[in-house]
């Protein structure tokens, strides 16, 4: 907090909002402020008898083009722009005769308000402010001399300052309305930006929720898709969000796969509930399927390589919403509208040969703002075994498999993987969404992958010992090592990092159990 001060002699009102603008011009007035006033604004005032003076007037320039144009000039811009504490600033001022502008009051033509009520492009068109903004930003960068005001409800606080400060405000305040009128203009255009971009949805999270897709014109995303005709029906919102992580699953699974093999990732409700590699694509949707075949009814499937048509020919007797690929064999598209009219087919850009792009930030809507994020990106910074029971070498490639597949569970994530004899991995068992880890290893993911393994015909017990436990983040307590355990787990991965770290090593050496420390937590909500 500073206890600077600045003093407001003149002020710039030009609102589509009027609210309480009177109130707010009668105490400006009342210490002395020369008002300057546009269009409608100036019009409001003079209803009121409010003493001002006309922005033309001001600057020298006419209104035109029907109010396209009318405050942005050198003149105005520089009142507001030029830096105060600079004495070069303050002397070209006084040359070039530029009287400054301590206040500036804008709210902009209310195009969101125009978007809610279905207006046309045309009618749209209309309602986006050019010098609004263009002033909103001039002075929230120059808030070291000028204050600020976007928001009608912000007018009582200031007055208030005005009458304990005799005619100014602090510094801590223009600093804060600047922030207030950066985030304004950001939405503003923001709100420009997806009108004219935006692509309807069939529905939300759920049908009577409203939404649109906004593909980003900037920058070629890494998980961009293509939705080949005839689908009968559009993406829906949940759709895109299985989507994205049944691409992201893929993605990582394949960094652990031998070189040639493919992936095949199903998701549902934003979880991998089947997720595989192996030689075929074919086969890695097998084994992908067979990971939980309740579940990936009404699936997303994700595939990592061309998809042949005998793969499409599996889909015969399988619900499916959606299904991904970089390409389609001869013949497979054809193959999957046979019997499936209404099913989803997108071409995904190759996994093999698309360049790095710029991380995208993510951004998530909560009471009173927004959560922004770095997507969460690689696999392990370490891979070290922590425990005296070496890590066995040929399941390193199962166990980074593991990471990749708990890096896309929901937390608390436990991810079983086994290795196949050809190369192949399997997600075999799978706890998801858990309030606590131990009913995530206990309730779903064992009893999960005692039914894999059982309908694949293996030794339940023996095939167990030879699986790796995988979870996203470090175990607080050797509670979950010692289900693990008796379970007949020998194998676990996890970041580490709980300063129970020693008493979790010290369990898995008790009881014979092989664990790698990974040093990078998968927390997904």
């Not at 707010?24 to 209803?47: D, I």
């Not at 309602?127 to 609004?132: A, F, Q, S």
């Not at 930003?137 to 600020?148: E, H, Q």
Request: hydrophobic share 40%.
């Amino acid at each position: 907090m500073t206890s600077k001060t600045i003093a407001i002699k003149r002020a710039l009102l030009s609102v589509s909002n009027k609210s309480y603008l009177e109130e707010l011009a009668k105490v400006l007035v009342g210490f002395g402020v020369e008002l300057l006033a546009t269009g409608g604004t100036a019009e409001k005032l003079k209803r009121a008898g409010i003493k001002f003076r006309a922005v033309e007037e001001f600057t020298g320039n006419p209104e035109a083009f029907d109010g396209r144009m009318k405050t942005i000039s050198f003149k105005l811009e520089s009142s507001i722009l030029f830096d105060r504490s600079n004495p070069s600033h303050v002397e070209q001022a006084t040359q070039l005769g530029i009287e400054p502008i301590d206040l500036v009051v804008c709210n902009f033509y209310p195009f969101e308000e125009a978007v809610s009520k279905g207006a046309n492009e045309s009618e749209l068109v209309h309602e986006i402010d050019v010098g609004g903004p263009t002033m909103v930003r001039s002075a929230a960068k120059n808030f070291g001399s000028v204050l600020v005001l976007t928001d009608p409800t912000d007018y009582q606080a200031v007055m208030g300052e005005l009458r304990t400060l005799s005619g100014r405000v602090s510094f801590d305040t223009c600093r804060k309305m600047a922030v207030k009128a950066f985030e304004r203009t950001m939405t503003y255009d923001r709100a420009i930006f997806e009108a004219f971009n935006k692509r309807p949805l069939r529905y939300g999270e759920n049908p009577h929720q409203q939404a649109y897709f906004v593909p980003d014109v900037t920058t070629e995303l890494p998980m961009s898709w293509e939705l080949l005709e005839p689908a009968g029906l559009e993406l829906s919102y949940n759709n895109i969000l299985d989507a994205q992580a049944a691409l992201g699953a893929v993605r990582d699974a394949r960094l652990s796969a031998p070189h040639g093999h493919g992936a095949c990732a199903i998701v549902k409700h934003n979880n991998p509930c089947g997720l595989a590699t192996a030689p075929t694509i074919d086969e890695a949707f097998v084994r992908a399927w067979a990971g939980d075949p309740v579940s990936a009814f009404g699936g997303v499937i994700a595939f990592s390589s061309q998809l042949t048509v005998e793969c499409a020919r599996m889909f015969e007797e399988k619900f499916v919403e959606v299904l991904l690929a970089p390409g389609f064999e001869d013949g497979a598209i054809e193959e999957l509208r046979r019997k499936k009219k209404k099913l989803r087919v997108l071409r995904i850009q190759s996994l093999d040969t698309k360049p790095p792009t710029p991380a995208v930030y993510s951004r998530v809507r909560v009471d009173g703002g927004y959560l922004v994020q770095q997507p969460d990106e690689g696999l392990h910074e370490e891979f070290r075994t922590a425990t005296q029971a070496k890590f066995p070498d040929h399941l390193a490639p199962a166990a980074r498999f593991g990471v990749a597949a708990a890096k896309w569970i929901k937390s608390n994530a436990i991810a079983i993987v086994r290795a196949l004899p050809d190369g192949g991995f399997q997600l075999v068992g799978m706890g998801s969404g858990q309030p606590n880890r131990v009913d995530a290893i206990r309730k779903l993911a064992l009893p999960k992958a005692h039914d894999v393994l059982k309908a694949a015909k293996a030794d339940v017990q023996s095939a167990l010992g030879e699986c790796v436990l995988v979870r996203d983040a470090f175990f607080p307590f050797p509670d979950n090592i010692e289900e693990a355990a008796g379970a007949g787990i020998k194998y676990i991965v996890q970041p580490g990092g709980s300063i129970r770290d020693a008493e979790i090593i010290a369990a898995c050496d008790k009881l014979g159990v092989a664990m790698i420390l990974t040093g990078r937590r998968h927390f997904r909500h």
